[in-house]
Nanobody
């Protein structure tokens, strides 16, 4: 299993970013895909999950209404569109092949840093 996250950066509060997760080494079209994050000095936090065929989607209360998860099974890629970003969204974001609300036991990728600051 290989997962490569990208798309992070520095953004002002209220701004937007779109994260991507390029997957390989497993049957992507049959896997749950999730995003988790780790803020400085804190543990992993589950953010969102999407079923293999694109529905349903699940979101943590802290991001509901602001983040949208999606996937392109033809390109083995998952996405996280993040709008109305807040300072508390600052974290290292990882994708994972876990089901909703679960945290991965092993982080596969290097993550992508999202920093929300004015």
């Amino acid at each position: 299993v290989q997962l490569v996250e990208s798309g992070g950066g520095l953004v002002q509060p209220g701004g937007s970013l779109r994260l991507s997760c390029a997957a390989s080494g497993f049957t992507f079209s049959r896997a749950w895909m999730s995003w988790v994050r780790q803020a400085p000095g804190k543990g992993l936090e589950w953010v969102s999950s999407i079923y293999s065929n694109g529905r349903p989607e699940y979101y943590a209360d802290s991001v509901k209404g602001r983040f949208t998860i999606s996937r392109d099974n033809a390109k083995n890629t998952a996405f996280l569109q993040m709008n109305s970003l807040k300072s508390e969204d600052t974290a290292l974001y990882y994708c994972a092949t876990t089901a909703p609300y679960e945290l991965p036991t092993r982080i596969r990728g290097q993550g992508t840093q999202v920093t929300v600051s004015s």
